[in-house]
């Protein structure tokens, strides 16, 4: 299992590490996990291609609704449709794309940092179209 250090100052729920072509979250492993400041949980991840906003909805009722989105596209860094990112957009929420791993990285130093955001990360072992 490839494994994240835990940043001593980041708050809520982190990825610990990469297992079973998942997501170790403080001792659970999810295939697909949504993540916000104070909670994490697994998420039935939709093919990139047919994301819509309804898919996120769990993370996007937070309040203060979070800066913007880490979206974790599996293996590779695959782009969402326009219409879905616009529609995030229009909520005044913002879509940060990258590969899963990155995706899972970079929430632990935001957290860190206290930012007030969601992630959503899709499997590992592919990316979906």
């Known amino acids: 299992m490839a494994r994240l250090d835990r940043d001593p100052s980041a708050q809520g ?4 590490g990469f297992r079973d072509g998942g997501f170790s ?4 492993v999810h295939r697909a996990v949504f993540l916000t400041p104070v ?3 697994a998420w039935t991840a939709p093919p990139i291609g047919e994301i819509a906003p309804e898919d996120l909805e769990p993370i ?6 979070p800066e913007f989105v ?4 599996g293996a590779t860094i695959v782009f969402p449709p326009r219409a879905f990112v616009r529609a995030l957009e ?6 940060e794309v990258m590969d899963s791993r990155a995706a899972a990285r970079t929430w632990g130093m935001l957290r860190s940092e206290e ?3 969601a992630a959503a990360l899709m499997p590992l072992g592919s990316s979906p179209l």
Do not use: F, K, N
Not at 60 to 65: E, I, K
């Open 90 to 95: 229009e909520r005044g929420i913002g879509v």
């Open 13 to 16: 729920p982190l990825v610990q």
């Open 39 to 41: 909670a994490a949980w």
């Open 115 to 117: 930012r007030w955001i």
């Open 60 to 65: 996007l009722v937070l309040d203060p609704a």
């Open 70 to 73: 880490l979206l974790g596209t």
């Open 25 to 28: 979250v403080d001792g659970v």
